[in-house]
């Protein structure tokens, strides 16, 4: 009796374990999927004539906060030779509760020597604060590697 319950406990636990696995999955096709539309709608609302270059967008299921998140990145005015300054916007987005969890938005000035990045901060971003791209580039590996 008790080899046949060690053997329903074990299977059950495997059963289980490939539940858990299936919806880990899951939650990372249907985080592409959504992500993909995110992205669309974000190159509609910051659709602009001058922006240069859009970044290829990065999903990720986060496991441990349950959630999708989605890396967009827009760089404006880089290959514009009248413009004197490139401004850059890096965001991650949590889309299920449609909340920007970190971004990076500043300009770096074409002829200052230093080329020293200044942030420029935004008010449609709930409290999160604006962060330098290094700092920024630590957190988005960390949201993402969970």
């Not at 249907?30 to 240069?52: P, R, V, W």
């Not at 889309?95 to 971004?103: D, H, R, T």
Request: with cysteine; aromatic share 14%; charged share 25%.
């Amino acid at each position: 009796m008790k080899t046949s319950a060690c053997f329903i406990i074990a299977w059950l636990y495997c059963l289980s374990a490939i539940a858990v696995a299936d919806e880990l999955e899951s939650s990372k096709i249907k985080c592409s999927e959504l992500g993909q539309k995110f992205s669309a709608e974000f190159k509609k609302e910051y659709y602009n004539e001058d922006i240069s270059m859009w970044g290829n967008p990065d999903f990720h299921y986060n496991s441990t906060l349950r959630t999708c998140l989605v890396y967009t990145e827009v760089v404006d005015g880089a290959l514009n030779k009248e413009i004197n300054a490139t401004w850059y916007y890096r965001r991650i987005t949590d889309i299920y509760s449609n909340k920007v969890l970190a971004y990076s938005r500043y300009l770096i000035f074409k002829n200052y020597p230093t080329r020293k990045e200044a942030l420029v901060n935004l008010a449609n971003v709930g409290d999160v604060v604006n962060l330098l791209p290094d700092k920024f580039a630590t957190v988005k590996a960390e949201l993402f590697d969970q």
